[in-house]
């Protein structure tokens, strides 16, 4: 009886431990959970159920217990009734998970936009598609990547879009989404940012060298070299802990922070700018908030991405979603159709002219395509490459806008190819490499 005991104790006591050490994480499993099914419900119009069964299916996640307010529009999650979180939407501006700061905030202030009617089809338009066949397209080994991308239910992958030539030469989704479902990009967005600094610089408002932290009072000023450029490159030599399985610096951000501009900022210097590569998503936020500061008030900075570059190309579907005090997510939350993100790549394959407008310059491009410093040829300026030959049957050139769970924009200029696919499950760089590979060997 005493060895029971003693065995009881040391269970108890190891619960005891294994629950302290996981509580925290309790925070994130019903942040995410509530978070997602907030934004997934009220920006995609997607069922409850289904988001439960599919896109809050994932490790520890899937623990949540999670339930909608229709009178609120907002979602709240708990595992197994602790750590409550609620995520509340606003029409313009995404869901925002709430802490005890909410109250606090003033979402008076939502984006404008710019949307005319057109009657042009797809790309330049929202008029349909053309229907014309593309003689140098075999349309049948188009059919067999198709077929291999969707016939394993593992691979989860929900939409396949392939644009040749400015033209849909093929499209597909899975049951419950369509093309005007909104898809998350997730780190997509980083692309999206990348792009709206390339804008800027070409209206002459902002110079890549520029240094945002000159004018700070800081310890020894070890930050006051640090520029727009290394920024984009993700090579400031700022600490960060990209890591979504703990609780880490971007765990944190995304799901306690009330302004995520600050987390990177606020981190120490580890490096000088250009010795380390680092991916870290607190510095897409970082400069989400240095491009709030470009603008003489906080509408004009809600308004620029619709103004200058949504709207501007018909991604009339696009959201951006904010943080709890107004600042883009733009490491993560921007949303689209599939046409849309399609749209997005077009427009860096006809090198930032849309219809005969330019929406920065073609050298942009190239900036952004040009390997990074200790990146091992993987990465540019929020865009990733394939300069170290990852996908080995795919010429270097192809470059790609990427997100969490497998979301990827592919752009091939050789080809004139761009490549949308959205899923709930990364693939394995073998993976891609078979795809691109299937779908260049049907253009002739």
């Keep these: 009886m005493r060895k029971i005991k003693l065995l009881l104790g040391i269970a108890l006591v190891g619960i005891i431990i294994t629950a302290?050490?996981?509580?925290?994480?309790l925070n994130l499993m019903s942040g995410f959970a509530s978070k997602n099914m907030a934004s997934s419900v009220y920006i995609a119009d997607r069922d409850p159920v289904d988001i439960i069964l599919n896109d809050n299916d994932m490790p520890l996640v899937n623990l949540s217990n999670c339930t909608v307010s229709e009178a609120d529009e907002s979602a709240k999650a708990t595992v197994y009734g602790l750590m409550p979180r609620t995520a509340v939407y606003k029409e313009g501006v995404g869901a925002v998970l709430t802490n005890k700061e909410f109250s606090k905030h003033n979402f008076e202030l939502i984006p404008n936009r710019f949307i005319t009617k057109d009657s042009l089809p797809f790309p330049y338009g929202n008029n349909g598609v053309t229907d014309t066949i593309l003689e140098n397209v075999d349309y049948d080994k188009l059919e067999v990547a198709f077929s291999n991308a969707f016939k394993d239910t593992e691979q989860k992958t929900r939409t396949l879009l392939v644009v040749h030539k400015n033209q849909i030469i093929g499209e597909r989704y899975i049951r419950g989404i369509t093309k005007d479902t909104p898809i998350l990009g997730w780190s997509m967005t980083k692309s999206i940012l990348s792009t709206l600094y390339g804008i800027l610089e070409y209206q002459g408002k902002i110079d890549m060298n520029y240094k945002p932290f000159t004018d700070e009072i800081l310890t020894k000023n070890l930050k006051s070299n640090i520029?727009?450029?290394?920024l984009l490159r993700m090579q400031s030599g700022l600490s960060w802990d990209e890591n979504y399985f703990k609780i880490s610096d971007v765990t944190r951000m995304l799901f306690l922070d009330s302004d995520?501009?600050?987390?990177?900022?606020?981190k120490e210097v580890i490096a000088t700018p250009t010795e380390i590569w680092n991916y870290s998503s607190g510095t897409?936020?970082?400069l989400s908030g240095?491009?709030?500061g470009q603008f003489k008030n906080h509408q004009a900075y809600l308004d620029f991405p619709y103004q200058s570059l949504f709207d501007k190309i018909g991604m009339n579907s696009a959201l951006l979603e904010t943080d709890l005090v107004g600042n883009y997510v733009l490491s993560s939350y921007?949303?689209?159709t599939t046409r849309d993100w399609a749209k997005f790549g077009i427009l860096y394959l006809n090198k930032g002219n849309w219809n005969g407008e330019r929406i920065f310059?073609?050298?942009w491009v190239d900036y952004v395509t040009r390997p990074t410093q200790n990146s091992d040829g993987t990465y540019g300026a929020h865009f990733w490459l394939n300069s170290e030959g990852k996908y080995p049957d795919i010429s270097r050139e192809v470059y790609s806008a990427?997100?969490?769970l497998g979301q990827r924009i592919f752009i091939i200029p050789s080809k004139e190819l761009v490549v949308v696919r959205t899923g709930l499950k990364e693939q394995t760089d073998n993976q891609f490499n078979t795809l691109l590979k299937e779908i260049i060997q049907s253009i002739r």
């Design 20 to 25: 302290y050490f996981n509580y925290p994480k």
């Design 227 to 230: 520029t727009l450029n290394n």
């Design 260 to 266: 995520m501009t600050l987390a990177q900022k606020n």
């Design 284 to 286: 897409s936020n970082l």
């Design 290 to 292: 240095i491009l709030r």
């Design 334 to 336: 921007g949303w689209a």
């Design 361 to 363: 310059s073609e050298s």
């Design 402 to 404: 990427n997100g969490f």
